[in-house]
């Protein structure tokens, strides 16, 4: 069964660098998300990306953060300049359609760890 | 605001009973849907279940039941004959039709399959 892939699983950077998280969403799947989980807490949107654009974002998605379509198979968030708060389980989703009864497909996370 | 509420931290369950894990959802919208996601320990998210607001009957997949109460807003997932795999988290996720795409999390319950 296709799956979403994230890499890498585990990620630890000195807080204030740049981090770039990646994503292959399920192939023939056109919209794309990332949502994060601190943890022991709910799991939080933080984008959605069709067409090559944002289509929407929630108030965690700062000047910070950005995602990109690189090519046509990657999906990445980069955080800029990373903070402590930061750290937490990062997913990454995709979906056929959206505003239907399709559920969102996650990959199996990236731990972000800003020492 | 759309809020989805899961009031159980932690439940227990003896292998090969049922259990129920409570949601509750919060919209003024009339269009949205409810989907049940599965995390084990090792932190990938597991698409279980979907109802649709406008869904006359409640949603079975093998041993999941959803029992959708939409006058009461709620929404709990009932596992059947539970087997030592099913001790994970559960979160409860709502997306309303006009507010776009995000899905609206729970605070999951832990579920832990006494063998």
């Known amino acids: 069964e296709p799956e979403v892939t994230q890499t890498p699983s585990h990620q630890v950077t000195q807080m204030g660098q740049e981090v770039i998280l990646r994503c292959v969403p399920i192939s023939n799947h056109l919209y794309f998300y990332w949502y994060r989980q601190i943890l022991g807490q709910k799991v939080e949107f933080l984008v959605s990306f069709y067409n090559n654009e944002i289509s929407e974002k929630s108030e965690i998605f700062d000047d910070q953060f950005s995602v990109e379509r690189p090519d046509g198979s990657n999906f990445t968030l980069k955080i800029r300049s990373t903070k402590l708060e930061d750290s937490a389980m990062y997913f990454c989703a995709s979906s056929e359609e959206q505003y239907s009864n399709q559920p969102q497909h996650f990959g199996d996370g990236t731990r972000l760890s800003i020492l | 605001a759309q809020k989805i509420t899961q009031t159980q931290p932690g439940m227990f369950v003896q292998e090969k009973e049922a259990v129920t894990l409570d949601c509750t959802y919060d919209?003024?919208?009339?269009?949205?849907?409810l989907f049940w996601y599965k995390q084990p320990s090792s932190g990938e998210m597991i698409f279980l279940i979907y109802q649709g607001s406008y869904d006359q009957q409640n949603a079975t997949e093998g041993r999941y039941s959803l029992n959708f109460q939409k006058a009461r807003k709620s929404a709990n997932l009932v596992i059947s004959a539970s087997q030592l795999g099913d001790s994970a988290m559960y979160f409860c996720?709502?997306?309303?039709?006009?507010?776009?795409?995000?899905?609206?999390f729970g605070t999951g319950t832990s579920l832990t399959v006494i063998p």
């Open positions: 996720a709502m997306r309303v039709l006009n507010t776009g795409n995000q899905f609206y």
């Open positions: 919209t003024s919208d009339p269009s949205y849907g």
